[in-house]
């Protein structure tokens, strides 16, 4: 480095540097006046060392040092000294020393930034605007240097296991991952699109075809959603593919990297390999294709305690071989008051559809005992003999509220009840503070899933996934809710962090399952024809996976959004505050892509 700024950093100096001259450069981070002394903490990005500039040593660069204000770029010469008895500040690693400035060199002024750097309540429209500003704060650059350590652990590891790091265009066709596609149009070829990549599936799974066998890319995905909580419009996937590999392989080698990753960037060990919990025991056991096994609160099947009850709704299921379940949210009677629960119950009903939320609150401290201090809506339907087995089957005890979730439909009362179990954890606070990170896979998705609306068979991850081969025989007599999939995702603390698939490699499969799905043969040909011709030519038998680098860079981080882990992220309305993106463009530009707009005036932005 050269050393025409500075012979060390902000972090660098400690009592071994007395005596020496030396010079800093760096930004203005607070500055105090000590009845003319002058101080101030120089921050670059290595830490902060503290500079005095002292009139009685010299006088006109001490008379400068008045006009400094936080973030001017300064440079500074001095001697390093000890601090005086009793200042040391020993949260600083450069706090035994000072630099007693002898030459201050003002590199650039800084007007008064718009919020307070270190003030963590800022509005985050306002730090999105002036991100370059946001970015100096200590914790944004440790997050961007997090990511930095994890991106190149997950290149070396990488390629220590025989992975070519490969680009794939970002200009190029759909590929169904399930969201809308940004369009970019064609001046050469007016009246047509490319498509910027949801994923680089097919590219990656055609580069196996290639004869590549192990590919890997650090690759931005684009895809046009309405953009909920943590979503981004472009993000980053740690993206890999493999052949002559099962899902054994592909999950072997994610465990290893993960395990470097932590191990490399955190210094934690987390133990491998991880648990493997088929989709139907994560939903069954803990509502949720993600489950957060932090904590307890499983689900309990209820169905044969009420098979012979006098509470309608409960027996119709039950004789409609529906599910019956509940969970036990224990202790919880206190901090959930009856006005409480209605609110809980509003809440299944607006945000999933719920029909309502039925619950049973075991009051403590009041003048009734047993069951009579049963608060509930339903419980007056039951006899003593299935209160009696509810309360044995749930560990059901003074203080508790049980939630139930009562259907024809089995899904639904899993999912419900698992979104209940996650506030229930954060109500009691379930998970310390401390608790070592929980990683699993859940495996055995199913294949194919019916969508109402549209009335077809829709595939649950991507339509190159493969059917168990166990299961061929289902999708042969058309029984296709039940087919599952080789397909696995890998969740850690109740967050997916990725997932992939072994995928079909034969060309009739894939025909098969186009057709399933209702891809007529006409659109596999406009759509799909270069990847059915390419697997007539000899593909090997592959599979792979895709990890969310954002949100994996956030849990490591202990971040609350991936947008704190991201340079220059868009905000919740997909806009770019900074740079003012998207924006409009000259009409000019648009008749040069034979695009006019149709938006009117009044339609809403
Ligand atoms: N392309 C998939 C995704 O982006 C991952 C995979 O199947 O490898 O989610």
Redo the contacts with the bound molecule.
Sequence with gaps: MSQKYRTHTCQALRPEHIGQTVQLAGWVNSRRDHGGVIFIDLRDREGLTQVVFRPDEFLAIAEKSHALRGEDVIQVTGSVAARLGGTANSRLATGAIEVVASDLVVLNKAEVPPFPLDDPKVNEDLRLEYRYLDLRTRPMQENLRLRHRIVKATRDYLDEAGFLEIETPILSNPTP?GARDFLVPSRLTPGHFYALP????QY?QLLQVAGLEKYFQIAR?FRDEDLRADRQPEFT?I???ASFVDEVDIQTLIEGLLARVFREAKGQEIPVPFPRVPYSEAMNRYGSDKPDTRFGVELVDLADVFHASQFKVFRSIVDGKGTIKAINAKGAAEALSKEQLKKWEEWVKTEFGAKGLAYIRWKSGSEATGFDAWESPIVKFFSDEEKAALAARMGFEDGDVLFFGADLNWEPVCEILGRVRLRVSDLLKLVPANTPPHFLWVVDFPLLAFSPEDNKWVAV??P??RPKAEDMPLLEAGEYGKVRAVAYDVVLNGVEL????IRIHEKELQTKLFGILGVSPEEQQEKFAHLLRAFSFGAPPHG???LGLDRFVMLAAGASSIREVIAFPKNNRGADLMTQSPTEVEYKQLRELYIQSTRKKEDKL
Excluded at 498 to 501: A, E, F, T, V
């Design positions: 991952e949801q994923a680089p599936q990656k995905c996937q993206d890999i593919e991850h991507h190159f996934t990725g997932g992939g698939s792979g996976i895709a």
